[in-house]
């Protein structure tokens, strides 16, 4: 079995690498859509309340035993998780710095924007939202290769390291870290089981298109394949 294959395309280049790989601005960009995008997928699905994210049941949990508001207990898990890429051999960039600081206040930006939907077809349909949107902006911001966020730092890289799917990679993490958030008090639905064993295999399917192929040994940007692992 491989492990230095790169999933999905996903190289693990240091930051500098990162940096000069070329075409900077637009991959910048793709960064902070998916950080937004992301910021959003979690607001509708607590929104929905028919069930959070894994993460959030945990981040919800948290909150409940600390004085912090759910932003903050954002950045302080994504501290803690980078912790778990050093055995791993990780490579952070400015897009892990990016999503540490960043994704707890853009989450908390769009529920307050946000409005609580009337009537469960339109808490549903916040649900599936969420699912899709949380997919695409995994794919956007990961698939810019400036470095991915601590949560899924860990998914790309015991996918480098096992020669897994992201997608079940991606599966095994969010059913692992909802036990966890369930233990401490954190709210669990429907949605929450629609999202754990869903958003792996979407994510995967966004990652054809929209990451952004290099060279690890020359930095040059390949054009996307059609399939992944």
Not at 27 to 50: D, F, K, N, Q, S
């Amino acid at each position: 079995m491989k492990t230095t294959t790169p999933p999905s395309g996903l190289a693990n280049l240091g930051p500098i690498a990162q940096l000069r790989a070329g075409r900077l601005p637009e991959r910048l960009l793709r960064l902070l859509l998916g950080l937004w995008l992301y910021g959003l997928a979690i607001a509708l699905m607590i929104e929905g309340a028919v069930g959070a994210s894994p993460w959030d049941v945990f981040h919800l949990g948290a909150s409940l035993h600390l004085p912090w508001s759910f932003g903050m207990v954002m950045i302080v898990t994504a501290a803690a998780v980078l912790l778990a890429w050093i055995p791993l051999r990780q490579m952070p960039g400015l897009g892990t710095l990016a999503n540490t600081l960043l994704l707890g206040p853009f989450a908390d930006v769009n529920l307050a924007l946000l409005d609580a939907p009337e009537g469960l077809p339109l808490r549903c349909a916040y649900l599936l939202g969420g699912v899709l949107v949380c997919a695409l902006a995994t794919a956007l911001y990961v698939g810019a290769q400036l470095g991915p966020g601590p949560r899924d730092g860990l998914m790309t890289g015991l996918a480098r390291r096992t020669g897994w799917s992201i997608r079940r990679v991606r599966t095994v993490i969010e059913v692992a870290v909802l036990i966890v958030g369930v233990s401490l008090g954190g709210t669990v639905g429907v949605g929450t089981v629609v999202f754990a064993l869903g958003v792996g295999p979407a994510t995967q399917f966004f990652l054809r298109y929209l990451v952004v192929r290099l060279d690890a040994s020359t930095g040059r940007i390949e054009q996307p394949a059609g399939e992944t692992r």
